[in-house]
């Protein structure tokens, strides 16, 4: 079985930073991106940040500058680093995986997406 664990999570003042953290377990081959979505109460859920095995990253325009994603390949780990954060960034973060290439039985299976269960970011004002 195939899991996507965030942690870092919390409540923090604006202006203030957290680290979330996420690692994949499982019988994986490998990955071919690893990210970050955020959703928001009433809001669709939006990608934050990116980052390829060859370690491209790319950001959504309201946090390039103040968030820093980074990733190690070895050992199926990513992490957003968050700074100067604002109470619009308050939303549910949600580790992602996509092309992920496992072992399923005798098999190989490769599943486009794959998503952990969120871990809340709330900034107060």
């Known amino acids: 079985q195939v899991q996507l664990v965030e942690s870092g999570g919390g409540l923090v003042q604006a202006g203030g930073s957290l680290r979330l953290s996420c690692v994949a377990s499982?019988?994986?081959?490998?990955?071919?991106?690893m990210g970050w979505y955020r959703q928001a109460p009433g809001r669709e859920r939006e990608l934050v940040a990116v980052i390829s095995t060859g370690g491209s990253t790319n950001y959504a325009d309201s946090v390039k500058g103040r968030f820093t994603i980074s990733r190690d390949n070895a050992n199926n780990k990513v992490w957003l680093q968050m700074n100067s954060l604002k109470p619009e960034d308050t939303a549910l973060y949600y580790c992602?995986?996509?092309?992920?290439?496992?072992?399923?039985?005798?098999?190989?299976?490769?599943?486009?997406?794959?998503w952990g269960q969120g871990t809340l970011v709330a900034v107060s004002s």
């Open positions: 992602s995986a996509h092309g992920l290439d496992i072992v399923a039985g005798i098999n190989r299976r490769l599943i486009d997406d794959f």
């Open positions: 499982g019988s994986i081959f490998s990955i071919n991106a």
